[in-house]
C-alpha cells in the first residue's frame, strides 16, 4: 500500500524558509516521478512542482519558480520541498503526490502559515 | 498555461438525480484529462484519467467524456456520500493546471 506522509509545515515570517519532507513506502521510490500540490484556505488546488524519477528533470509553477526548489533522496525514500522567500500567497495544505502527471496516491498533507 | 475553467461552480442536487460538470480548457489538452473528488479534512481522490477511464475503486456511477477542449464529469445518481467539490487538472503540458472547481451541494 502505498503511503505518503509530509511534515515539516509550521508558522513562519513572511520572508522566511521552510523544508517541507515527505516520506514515501509501500512502492520503489526512486523509479516513479513525485510532485507537491497545495490547496490554499478555502481556494483550489495547484500544482507547485514535480520531479522526475531519480532526480532527473524538475518542473515548478511560475507562482514559484526562483523560490521553491524540490528534490528527492532516493536512499531514504524521501521528496523535499525547499520553500524561501516566503509570501502570504503561500499559505496552504501541502501535499505530497506520486507520479508526474496525474495523481492517484496523495499525503495528507501538511499545513504552511505565512504571518507575521 | 493552459487554464481550465469548470461550470457550474456550485450546483444542488438531490440524492438520486443526474449531475454533470463540464471542464473547458483553453487550449486543446487532447485527452489529458484528470478529475478528483475533494472533501473537507481529506486527500484528494482520483476518479478519473485520460479524460474518460474509471480509476480502480472508483463507482461505475461515474464518468468522463471529451477531448480537445471539452470534457465532461456524470454522475448518473447521486449518493450521499457523492457531496464533495470536483476538480478537473490537465496534465497535456506543464505547468500542470487545475480547474476552478465545482461543489455539489445538498438541495
Known amino acids: 500500500e502505498v503511503q505518503l506522509l509530509e511534515s515539516g509545515g509550521g508558522l513562519v515570517q513572511p520572508g522566511g524558509s521552510l523544508r517541507l519532507s515527505c516520506a514515501a513506502s509501500?512502492?520503489?521510490?526512486?523509479?516513479?516521478?513525485m510532485a507537491w500540490v497545495r490547496q490554499a484556505p478555502g481556494k483550489g488546488l495547484e500544482w507547485v512542482s514535480g520531479i522526475s524519477g531519480s532526480a532527473g528533470r524538475t518542473y515548478s509553477a511560475d507562482s514559484v519558480k526562483g523560490r521553491f526548489t524540490i528534490s528527492r533522496d532516493d536512499s531514504k525514500n524521501t521528496l523535499y520541498l525547499q520553500m524561501n522567500n516566503l509570501r502570504a500567497e503561500d499559505t496552504a495544505l501541502y501535499y505530497c503526490?506520486?507520479?508526474?502527471?496525474?495523481?492517484?496516491?496523495w499525503g495528507q498533507g501538511t499545513l504552511v502559515t505565512v504571518s507575521s | 498555461d493552459i487554464q481550465l475553467t469548470q461550470s457550474p461552480s456550485t450546483l444542488s442536487a438531490s440524492v438520486g438525480d443526474r449531475v454533470t460538470i463540464t471542464c473547458r480548457a483553453s487550449q486543446s489538452v487532447s485527452s489529458w484529462l484528470a478529475w478528483y473528488q475533494l472533501k473537507p479534512g481529506k486527500a484528494p481522490k482520483l476518479l478519473i484519467y485520460k479524460a474518460s477511464t474509471l480509476e480502480s475503486g472508483v463507482p461505475s456511477r461515474f464518468s468522463g467524456s471529451g477531448s480537445g477542449t471539452e470534457f465532461t464529469l456524470t454522475i448518473s445518481s447521486l449518493q450521499p456520500d457523492d457531496f464533495a467539490t470536483y476538480y478537473c487538472q490537465q496534465y497535456n503540458s506543464y505547468s500542470l493546471t487545475f480547474g476552478g472547481g465545482t461543489k455539489v451541494e445538498i438541495k
Open positions: 503526490t506520486k507520479d508526474q502527471y496525474y495523481f492517484a496516491s
Open positions: 509501500g512502492f520503489t521510490f526512486s523509479i516513479y516521478a
